[in-house]
C-alpha cells in the first residue's frame, strides 16, 4: 500500500466525515498520489490569508490550547465508543488508530488497524482479506471517531482553511462562529461539503458544531455536554441532531432550529474510559 503523509492523512480525516468514499484512497500509482500531494500543498500555499482567516486560526489555536492538546503529535490515548474500544497514536511522523471488539455469541475478535499504510483487518489475530469497498468503509469509520474524539485539535491542519464569521447567539450564549473549507479541490463531492463550529468567548471550548453536504443536505447540528478534562485534555460527549425527515437546511440556520425545537435527537455520541497511554515506540 502506498505510504501516505501525515498531513495528507490528517486531510482524510476530514473528508471521511460524512462517510464518503475517498476517491485517493482507492489503489493508484506513486505518481497519481503524488499529484494528489502536490496539488494539495500547492493549495495550502495558496490559501487565503484574510484576516477572518487569521481571527479563525487564532480561535482554534486558543482553543486547542485551552484542550490541552497541543502534544496531540506525540501522544496515546484510549478510548470506548458504544460497543468497541480505540486506541489513538501519533509518534515521530506516523500514526497509528486502532478499534477492537468481541463478537459476544462467536467470542470472535476484530480488530481494524489504520496506520500511514492503510487498513488491515485481523480476525482472532489473522489478517482477514476484505475487498477494497469495505477497507475504504472501516477506514471511514475508525477516521471519523477519532475525528470527533480529539477536536478541535485537527482544526489546525494546514489543509484547513478556516474563516471567522462573527458572532452568533445559541440558547442565549455569545460565541465566536466558524465556517471550515478545504484547500484543495481534488476531493470531488467531498471538499464542497460544509462545515461550522461555535466556541465560547472566554474558555474557547467548542459547544457546537454542524455538517451537511452540498446544498444543506442531511444536516446535523452536534451540542457539545459532559466536557471534563482527562490526562490533561478536555475530552467531550455530543447530541446529535438532525432535520425531521433529513431535511435539507443551510447548517448556520440549525442553532435557531435547536432552539425553535424543530430538530429531532438521532443520536447520543459518548466517549466513556478515556485514558492516556504510553507511545509505543515498536510499531
Known amino acids: 500500500m502506498i505510504n501516505l503523509s501525515l498531513a495528507y492523512c490528517r486531510y482524510l480525516a476530514f473528508i471521511f466525515l ?46 486547542t490550547a485551552a484542550a490541552g492538546l497541543e502534544g496531540m503529535d506525540e501522544a496515546a490515548f484510549a478510548f470506548r465508543f458504544r460497543d468497541k474500544e480505540y486506541r489513538y497514536q501519533r509518534t515521530d511522523g506516523t500514526f497509528t488508530y486502532e478499534r477492537w471488539w468481541t463478537d459476544s455469541t462467536t467470542s470472535e475478535v476484530t480488530r481494524d488497524v489504520l496506520d500511514n499504510d492503510g487498513l488491515v483487518r485481523y480476525i482472532n489475530g489473522q489478517v482477514a482479506e476484505i475487498t477494497e469497498k469495505k477497507r475504504k468503509a472501516y477506514s471511514n469509520s475508525v477516521n471519523s471517531v477519532i475525528y470527533f474524539a480529539f477536536l478541535p485539535w485537527v482544526l489546525n491542519d494546514p489543509a484547513v ?28 463531492e467531498d471538499a464542497n461539503d460544509e462545515y461550522m463550529y461555535w466556541f465560547t ?17 442531511a444536516p446535523r447540528l452536534r451540542e457539545a455536554k459532559n466536557e471534563r478534562r482527562v490526562d490533561g485534555i478536555v475530552v467531550r460527549d455530543y447530541n446529535n441532531w438532525n432535520t425531521p425527515g433529513n431535511k435539507a437546511r443551510p447548517i448556520n440556520e440549525l442553532p435557531e432550529a435547536f432552539e425553535a425545537g424543530e430538530l429531532n435527537l438521532l443520536s447520543e455520541i459518548n466517549l466513556k474510559d478515556v485514558r492516556k497511554l504510553e507511545v509505543r515506540k515498536d510499531q
Not at 478556516?162 to 470531488?188: H, M
Not at 468567548?201 to 444543506?216: C, E
Request: net charge negative; charged share 25%.
Open 18 to 63: 460524512l462517510g464518503f468514499i475517498v476517491a485517493c484512497v482507492e489503489s493508484a500509482s506513486v505518481p497519481e498520489i503524488n499529484a494528489t500531494k502536490a496539488k494539495i500543498s500547492d493549495a495550502v500555499m495558496n490559501a487565503p490569508k484574510t484576516e477572518a482567516n487569521r481571527q479563525a486560526r487564532a480561535i482554534i489555536e486558543a482553543a
Open 201 to 217: 468567548l472566554d474558555t474557547r471550548q467548542l459547544k457546537y458544531l454542524a455538517y451537511s453536504h452540498p446544498d444543506g443536505k
Open 161 to 188: 482553511i478556516p474563516t471567522y464569521l462573527g458572532r452568533d447567539t445559541v440558547k442565549g450564549e455569545i460565541l465566536d462562529q466558524i465556517d471550515v473549507a478545504f484547500t484543495t479541490d481534488n476531493g470531488g
